[in-house]
C-alpha cells in the first residue's frame, strides 16, 4: 500500500459535503491538505480545524488554479488531489416553450467539467516534476467525482449528467496519459449522498429518497465518499476506474 503521509493533499470543494470529509480523512492519514472553495469563511476554518491551508480557489478559471497550486506548495508539494467542487442547476432541454438557458448549461459545464480537468492537469505537471517514491515509482493520485447522473441523468439533469458524464469519459484517458509519470487517476461517482444540498430538504423527504436506495435503503454519508477515496489513495492497483458508490441504486426518470 502506498504510503503517503507528509505529502501535501488538496480538496477542491473542501468547505464544505463530500469535500469536507475528504479533507478530514487525507489529514488523518498524515498528508497535509489545501482546501480550494470559494467560501472563505467555511474554508478557512475547517483548514484551521485540519491544520492545513486554505487557498481561495474558482475551479473554473485555470489562472486561478495555478495561483491556488502556487499558495497549496507552501504547505507542501502535491501528491495527492482530491476534485469535489461542483454545482448541479435544475433546468429541461425544453420548459414552458423555451430552450435551456445556454449561460447555465456552459457554467456547469465550466465548473464541473472544465474545473476538474484545470485542476487535474495543472496538478498532474506539479507531480510529474516530482521524485518518484516507492518501488513503483508512484509521483501522485487524482480523485475526480462524477455522479450516478453520468450513466441515470433524471429529468432537469440535462448539464449536469453532460458534466458528470464528461468527468467519466476522460477518466481512463488521463489515466493513460500520466502512467508513464508514476501518476494514478479514478473517478468516484456517488449516489444519493447527505451534502448540504439535501440537508437542506425536510426529514421526510430526505428519507423517502434515501429509501430509493436498495441496500444500505438511506442516504450515503460523506465520511463513506471519503473512506473510498482513501482506499484509491494508498492502493496501487486503483487506477483508470470509475467506481460507483450507490447502494445499488439506478435512478428513475424523475
Not at 20 to 26: H, K, N, P, V
Not at 194 to 222: I, K, Y
Request: charged share 15%; aromatic share 4%; proline share 6%.
Amino acid at each position: 500500500m502506498q504510503d503517503w503521509s507528509g505529502a501535501g493533499a488538496i480538496v477542491t470543494g473542501g468547505a464544505s459535503g463530500l469535500g469536507a470529509a475528504t479533507a478530514r480523512a487525507l489529514a488523518g492519514m498524515g498528508l497535509k491538505v489545501a482546501i480550494f472553495d470559494l467560501n472563505a469563511d467555511a474554508g478557512e476554518a475547517h483548514a484551521h480545524e485540519l491544520r492545513g491551508i486554505f487557498c481561495k480557489v474558482d475551479v473554473g478559471d485555470p489562472a486561478s488554479v495555478a495561483a491556488g497550486l502556487d499558495c497549496a506548495a507552501e504547505l507542501a508539494p502535491v501528491r495527492v488531489l482530491v476534485n469535489c467542487a461542483g454545482i448541479g442547476p435544475a433546468a429541461k432541454t425544453v420548459s414552458r416553450g423555451a430552450a435551456h438557458d445556454p449561460a447555465v448549461f456552459e457554467k456547469t459545464i465550466r465548473v464541473n467539467l472544465l474545473g476538474s480537468f484545470n485542476c487535474a492537469s495543472q496538478a498532474a505537471a506539479r507531480m510529474a516534476a516530482q521524485d518518484p517514491v516507492g518501488d513503483d515509482g508512484a509521483r501522485g493520485v487524482i480523485v475526480n467525482t462524477a455522479s450516478v447522473a453520468a450513466y441515470d441523468g433524471q429529468i432537469g439533469q440535462i448539464a449536469y449528467a453532460a458534466s458528470k458524464g464528461g468527468i467519466v469519459g476522460m477518466t481512463l484517458p488521463m489515466a493513460r496519459d500520466l502512467a508513464d509519470k508514476g501518476v494514478r487517476v479514478c473517478t468516484i461517482a456517488p449516489g444519493l449522498f447527505l451534502t448540504p444540498l439535501l440537508q437542506g430538504l425536510p426529514d421526510d423527504v430526505q428519507q423517502s429518497l434515501g429509501a430509493q436506495v436498495p441496500f444500505p435503503s438511506r442516504l450515503g454519508a460523506p465520511e463513506e465518499y471519503a473512506a473510498l477515496v482513501g482506499q484509491i489513495v494508498t492502493n496501487p492497483m486503483l487506477n483508470g476506474e470509475v467506481i460507483r458508490l450507490d447502494g445499488a441504486i439506478r435512478m428513475a426518470p424523475r
